[in-house]
Nanobody
Framework: VQLQASGGGLVQAGDSLRLSCTIS????????VGWFRQAPGKDREFVAA????????YYADSVKGRFTISRDNARNTVNLQMNTLKPEDTAVYYC????????????????WGQGTLVTVSS
């Protein structure tokens, strides 16, 4: 299983940004994909997850109502639409995959993509 994250960048507070995670796996529809983030000097934290089959979603309280996770079956891609960004959203964002739903701990995700940096200026 391979994951490729993209879409990070530098934006201003209040702006929007969309991250994408492309998953390469023969049975990708059996996985759940999560987004995590790690701010400088902080631990990696859970952001959101989606169960590919059925589209169930779950969000951290800190992003609920601002971020939306979705999947694109045709492109094997999971997107994270981030609206009303705040400086505290600044972090390296990672996507990860697991065969278990619902998990918010990073140790439950055996497959990881590389990170993509999101910087939100005030």
């Amino acid at each position: 299983v391979q994951l490729q994250a993209s879409g990070g960048g530098l934006v201003q507070a209040g702006d929007s940004l969309r991250l994408s995670c492309t998953i390469s796996a023969r049975d990708f529809r059996t996985y759940a994909v999560g987004w995590f983030r790690q701010a400088p000097g902080k631990d990696r934290e859970f952001v959101a997850a989606i169960k590919w089959s059925g589209g169930l979603t779950y969000y951290a309280d800190s992003v609920k109502g601002r971020f939306t996770i979705s999947r694109d079956n045709a492109r094997n891609t999971v997107n994270l639409q981030m609206n009303t960004l705040k400086p505290e959203d600044t972090a390296v964002y990672y996507c990860a995959a697991t065969s278990i739903w619902l998990r918010v701990g990073q140790n439950s995700y055996p497959y990881w993509g590389q990170g993509t940096l999101v910087t939100v200026s005030s």
